[in-house]
T-cell receptor, first 111, second 114 residues
Framework: QQPVQSPQAVILREGEDAVINCSSS?????VHWYRQKHGEAPVFLMI?????EQKGHEKISASFNEKKQQSSLYLTASQLSYSGTYFC????????????FGKGTKLSVIP | NAGVMQNPRHLVRRRGQEARLRCSPM?????VYWYRQLPEEGLKFMVY????????ESGMPKERFSAEFPKEGPSILRIQQVVRGDSAAYFC????????????FGPGTRLLVL
């Protein structure tokens, strides 16, 4: 089952914060976050594993709530370069390699 | 260190023709994954290969589509007798191993079927 991402789209002014959610109806083992700019390859941001800690990367961090089968991506003090579509990819088990992606959240950061 | 390479970046085919998409994984990576992306949609898994082996092709249509990853050379996704519904962006990703390792994506091949 495809994870559900929310919101579908969001517009921010530079410096504002945003939260993107990824929810699954199935138990999750890992969540992978990517950002894709129009016409380009998805770029890996971070991976969260069941039982692991919250991850951080510059001003972008993420959490993984195993009980709720949900992950959230936090973008703080957004920059113009953060614009793009954010995808979460999920896998159900430790031996699983196949990622199931959500439909994406389109983030636009304006001056 | 070169990333995942795909070619061609754009491919136009007429209905009934064949499309061949190539993917060279990152150096040191022996696992390749193919995904398809329709406009405004997420990536959908198609097939997972290791050198000379198809590990999982559960996401690939049973007819007209095939994939290979030979001992030498790039991985190839082949679509025979293309139809308009095959128009999409096809992405290849690679990883050094499996089981939760990060998958690194190439720039994709955008296939347009006329």
């Amino acid at each position: 089952q495809q994870p559900v991402q929310s919101p579908q789209a969001v517009i921010l002014r530079e410096g504002e914060d945003a939260v993107i959610n990824c929810s699954s109806s199935k138990a999750l083992y890992s969540v992978h976050w990517y950002r894709q700019k129009h016409g380009e390859a998805p770029v890996f941001l971070m991976i969260l594993l069941k039982g692991g800690e919250q991850k951080g990367h510059e001003k972008i961090s993420a959490s993984f709530n195993e009980k709720k089968q949900q992950s959230s991506l936090y973008l703080t003090a957004s920059q113009l370069s953060y614009s793009g579509t954010y995808f979460c990819g999920t896998s159900p088990g430790a031996g699983s390699y196949q990622l199931t992606f959500g439909k994406g959240t389109k983030l636009s950061v304006i001056p | 260190n070169a990333g995942v390479m795909q070619n061609p970046r754009h491919l136009v085919r007429r209905r009934g023709q064949e499309a061949r998409l190539r993917c060279s994984p990152m150096k040191g990576h022996s696992h390749v994954y193919w995904y398809r992306q329709l406009p405004e949609e997420g990536l959908k898994f198609m097939v997972y290969l290791q050198k000379e082996n198809i590990i999982d092709e559960s996401g690939m249509p049973k007819e007209r589509f095939s994939a290979e990853f030979p001992k030498e050379g790039p991985s190839i996704l082949r679509i025979q007798q293309v139809v308009r519904g095959d128009s999409a962006a096809y992405f290849c990703a690679s990883s050094p191993g499996q089981q939760q390792e990060t998958q690194y994506f190439g720039p994709g091949t955008r296939l347009l079927v006329l």
